[in-house]
């Protein structure tokens, strides 16, 4: 067995560099409930930049973005029309009729995507004995859609129904830097297709912890109300904020490697007997596979992984996510498609 665990369970298990380390050390900081943590502050103004929004605002995670932003849209009996494999449905221990009182209409999607007409279908009409359809959800990238970037003019066409139907669109972006590697597609360009948007600084950009969430200053001025509600205020936090600086300096453009690694990774594994990709494109960092054909089951090959000194997620009876990332390289990733094949021998 290696001396160092290849670790590809998810992009979340990114360490600091070194240079990140760094310029977490040098950060200023104040306290930032009180709004004065200069660093923090920074971080805010550079992220509502980039993504053409009037204020952004430093959360804990991706999950607390995506349920302050479901709590600011919508009154307990409303509903949110978002497809069905979304991480607010999978992800997150029901949160949002837990925090919001709120249901989903979960639409069922390709992999993630929806069009404008498929929307349209779920939004309820206005009759006293029914929920007020009050939101609409994209994921971008689609986590368990393997990684599927959302395409802009499909955006476009949910966009156009939000502002005719005034109904407000959010869009998940705990990867939306992958998306903008893969299609080339700018933030701001993304950000002109919704009302708020997020994006997670612990996946793919490699930071310890955190997330940004984007909007209107009135939908900013409601999150922050609501992140401290939920027990989310900071205080000397901008040694965090100093990563997510680092990390947007230095790490976003690095995700191309990330997803060449990921569709080399993608072809071993096609290559290998016993094993087939569950989707045949790989758009970002992420590849599902099955192992069915083996005979064996996830959780036999995991622990064969293991001691061969691989970690890849299990996501079902014989379905496997592995996720490419700053501490996966070339090596790792050939490796990594070696072991499984001895682990299937």
Known sequence: MSERLIDMRSDTVTRPTAAMREAMLRAEVGDDVMGEDPTINALQERAAAL???????????????????????????????????????????????????????MIPTERGVYSRETAEKFIRSDNWMQPKSALLWVENTHNAGGGTV?????????????????????IDGARIFNAVIASGIKPAEWGKRCDSISFCLSKGLGCPVGSLLMGSKNFIARARRLRQILGGGWRQAGILAAAGLHALDHHVERLAEDHANAKHFA???????????VYDETQTNLVFFDVAESGLAAEEVSQRLRQRGVAMAMRGGTTFRAVTHIDVTRADVERAAAALKEALA
């Open 150 to 170: 959302f395409p802009l003019d499909a955006l476009g066409g949910l966009r156009a129904l939000s502002n005719e139907r005034g109904i407000p669109l959010h």
């Open 267 to 277: 072809r071993l594994v096609a290559e290998t007997r016993g094993l087939k990709l």
């Open 51 to 105: 993504f053409g929004k009037e204020a952004a605002l430093f959360v804990a995670s991706g999950t607390q973005a995506n349920q302050i932003s479901i709590k600011a849209y919508t009154q307990p009996g409303d509903e949110v029309i978002a497809d069905a494999l979304c991480h607010p449905v999978r992800s997150e221990l029901g949160g949002a009729a837990l925090i919001s009182g709120v249901q989903v209409a």
